[in-house]
């Protein structure tokens, strides 16, 4: 089946600094990558929507200058969180699909900002 | 848009018992799809309904879609406490790709 991978699995830093998660399609080409923000026992919320070689679309209420999305290639796209706010604390998710079809998730970015 | 509402928030039965769980959504979808999330980890995807289907079987999963009632249900029969997680189901607007996610549903099957 297809594999999406992110990395790290885990990261702490402190305030006022920059984190890049990275989400990878493992054995796929993936034309749209796709983030997620989740906070403790709530549901998934759709921050982004990426393709390759194209600005990304942002949801409304997501700030594009802080949460900085770029999708080099069809199997690589990276999100960073710049300038980390305890309140950016939270589950990242990516996922990754060809068009059209399934979207196949990472297994998410814990992030705590201190 | 708006996220979908599931019910119940909540859910503990012991082995053996069947779970039921139901998703209501706002708007005109090509599919709905179910997914199960351990504490902390990545979703799995469960299955996916189309929105021209009305039920669909995968192993002890049973999905109903009712698109007049903007309604899906999720069953899962013989639950195992494997099966303790929380469930998630999620549409695909049309003309969109994007997923929208419903509140969740915490099950907790009990030994």
């Known amino acids: 089946g297809a594999v999406v991978s992110q990395h790290p699995s885990r990261v702490i830093c402190k305030s006022g600094t920059s984190v890049k998660i990275e989400c990878r399609s493992l054995?796929?080409?993936?034309?749209?990558m796709f983030w997620y923000r989740q906070f403790p026992k709530q549901s998934l919320m759709l921050m982004a929507t990426?393709?390759?070689?194209?600005?990304?679309?942002?949801e409304q209420g997501v700030e594009k200058d802080k949460f900085l999305i770029n999708h080099a290639s069809l199997t690589l796209s990276t999100l960073t969180v710049t300038s980390a706010h305890p309140e950016d604390s939270s589950f990242y998710i990516c996922?990754?699909?060809?068009?059209?079809?399934?979207?196949?998730f990472g297994p998410g970015t814990r992030l705590l900002v201190l | 848009s708006q996220q979908g509402e599931e019910d119940p928030q909540a859910l503990s039965i012991q082995e053996g018992e069947n779970a039921t769980m139901n998703c209501s959504y706002k708007?005109?979808?090509?599919?709905l799809q179910w997914y199960r999330q351990n504490s902390g980890r990545g979703l799995v995807h469960l299955i996916l309904?189309?929105?021209?289907?009305r039920e669909k079987h995968s192993g002890r999963l049973r999905v109903t879609l009712d698109t007049s009632k903007k309604s899906s249900s999720l069953l899962i029969t013989a639950s195992r406490a494997a099966d303790t997680a929380s469930y998630f189901c999620?549409?695909?607007?049309?003309?969109?790709?994007?997923?929208?996610f419903g509140t969740g549903t915490r099950l907790l099957v009990s030994p």
């Open positions: 309904i189309r929105s021209n289907e």
């Open positions: 708007t005109s979808i090509n599919n």
């Open positions: 054995d796929f080409q993936a034309t749209t």
């Open positions: 996922s990754a699909s060809v068009e059209g079809e399934t979207q196949y």
């Open positions: 999620a549409t695909e607007d049309t003309g969109f790709q994007k997923l929208v």
């Open positions: 990426s393709n390759e070689g194209s600005k990304a679309t942002y």
